[in-house]
């Protein structure tokens, strides 16, 4: 069974915990637009695991803030991520900020 999705508000940053998967993600799907409302940052630091439909989504809420006129930046990628973004070959429709370690 999938860790529950959680996330928290900080400032500008939307920050996700858990795991963000087709499992996982219709709540944040469902408040999407009063989470992003103010955000330039989401932080998937927190996430274990994320498939291709929570990377869809990711692409999505991009594409929501572009059109409100807002970068939205990814931060926190994880490499296994960033294989997916590649994978996928996103990297010019989603660039990320990868995770300092």
């Known amino acids: 069974m999938a860790d529950k999705l959680s996330w928290q508000s900080q400032q500008e940053t939307l920050v996700l915990q858990g795991e963000l998967d087709r499992e996982t993600l219709l ?3 469902q408040q999407r637009d ?3 409302a103010d ?3 989401i932080d998937v ?3 274990q ?3 291709s439909s929570g990377l869809a989504l990711l692409v999505h809420f991009r594409e929501l803030r572009s059109k409100q006129g807002v970068l939205l930046t990814i931060t926190g990628v994880s490499d296994r991520l960033s294989t997916l973004i590649e994978l996928y070959n996103l990297q010019q429709i ?3 900020e990868t995770a300092k370690e």
């Open 45 to 47: 630091s927190q996430l």
């Open 27 to 29: 709540p944040l799907w």
């Open 34 to 36: 009063a989470l992003l």
């Open 39 to 41: 955000k330039t940052h």
């Open 94 to 96: 989603i660039p990320v």
């Open 49 to 51: 695991r994320v498939d």
